[in-house]
């Protein structure tokens, strides 16, 4: 039902853009076209949204075990040691732990690098991951540039 109302809206709002284009000095013959076909995408998107929320959207529980898995897993939470290890380090950890198929927390861990910087890496590494933290423009902060390193010869 939700994409008939889609392709509905589709067709609504291109009879709409083309009512618009063929007003003549100021003057539109088209405008209860344009009013007709708005007021109606109006009445079926504000039903299929409600009736989408009820019958589908309501009582969806989010399993957060399996989210905190995958959270814990992805390839990008290794960005949280780029400035702590650098970036060639950090590409490294992600590549390993992809091919080993472990997460970036243990990839760091047996980095075959140098021990320091596997010391580096370890309390980072070892932080519980708080992805909404990283994903949130108000907490990103900027980072001294002198203090980012981004390649390491």
């Known amino acids: 039902m939700l994409l008939q109302v889609a392709a509905q809206v589709i067709g609504n709002d291109t009879a709409i853009t083309i009512g618009g284009m063929q007003g003549n000095f100021q003057l539109n013959v088209r405008v209860p076209l344009i009013a007709r076909y708005l ?7 504000s ?14 529980v989010a399993n957060t075990d399996r989210l905190s898995w995958l959270a814990d897993n992805t390839p990008a939470s290794a960005t949280a040691l780029t400035p702590v290890v650098g970036y060639d380090i950090a590409g490294e950890i992600v ?22 910087d596997r010391q580096r890496a370890e309390p980072t590494a070892n932080r519980p991951r708080q992805p909404d933290r990283m994903t949130d423009d108000r907490s990103t902060r900027q980072l001294d540039p002198g203090r980012a390193v981004l390649f390491r010869r």
């Open 39 to 45: 007021l109606g995408l109006m009445h079926i998107l």
């Open 95 to 116: 590549r390993r732990a992809e091919s080993d198929e472990v997460s970036s927390r243990n990839a760091a861990r047996e980095s075959p690098r140098r021990r320091t």
């Open 47 to 60: 039903a299929v949204t409600t009736l989408f929320a009820e019958q589908c959207v309501a009582g969806i």
